[in-house]
């Protein structure tokens, strides 16, 4: 089966939205490299992946009534803003925030909101998460970026690349090199 295309169909974006995960593990290739030499370290690099750069940055409320948070006041039917990405960074919440590590246990992350409206569809995208990196590390080698400049999506919730061009080596097919873009639907 041709590699890029497998790829591509993997990454859904119904499911883990872009290939903007793949990226923050591209950025890090020590981690990169530790994820292909043990892959049961997937689950808990793709919890890393969302809380160090979560697809959904942030969200909004309308206060239902007056009331303070954080030491300001707040008015009944003003807007608040939860920026889920700073909070996935709070030092007083995680140890070394700034750090990538995939590694990390103590992973209780905002990626997918909190309490009333925690996302619907977190299990599906955990596990859809989980089965594309354990496909993309198992079929291909050697991933790693390609010089060119990132095309960001212009949307200012909902974070993420309209390509990311990689090389790789497919598992069994010798030493060739290939190059393909990671192509998402989503804009
Ligand atoms: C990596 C992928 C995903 C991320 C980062 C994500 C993130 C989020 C976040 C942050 C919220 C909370 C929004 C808020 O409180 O204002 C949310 C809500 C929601 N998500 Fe997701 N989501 C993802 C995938 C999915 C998928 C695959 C589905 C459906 C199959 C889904 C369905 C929903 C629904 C229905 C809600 C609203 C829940 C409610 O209001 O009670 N999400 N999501």
Redesign the pocket.
């Known amino acids: 089966m041709d590699p890029g295309l497998s790829l591509y169909q993997l990454l859904d974006p ?4 872009d290939p903007y995960p793949l990226l923050t593990l591209l950025r890090n290739p020590e981690q990169m490299a530790l994820l292909d030499a043990d892959h049961s370290l997937i689950p808990s690099a793709v919890e890393e992946m ?1 809380r160090y750069e ?3 940055q942030h ?3 309308i206060a239902p009534e007056d009331t303070t948070l954080g030491g300001k006041e707040i008015r009944k039917g003003q807007s608040v803003i939860a920026v ?1 990405a700073a909070g996935n960074r709070d030092p007083e919440r995680f140890r070394d925030p700034d750090l990538f590590d995939i590694e990390r246990t103590d992973n209780r992350h ?5 309490a ?7 299990p ?2 955990r596990m ?2 989980q089965i594309a990196f354990s496909a993309l590390l198992r079929r291909l080698s050697g991933i790693s970026l390609m010089s060119q400049p990132l095309e960001w999506r212009e949307n200012l919730g909902l974070r993420g690349l309209r390509s990311l061009p990689v090389s790789f080596k497919p598992r069994r097919a010798g030493t060739q090199t290939n190059q393909r873009q990671l192509l998402s639907t989503v804009s």
């Open positions: 119904a499911v883990l939205a969302l979560p697809p959904v969200t909004a409320r889920m905002l990626a997918f909101g909190w009333g409206h925690f996302c619907f569809g977190a599906l995208a859809g998460g």
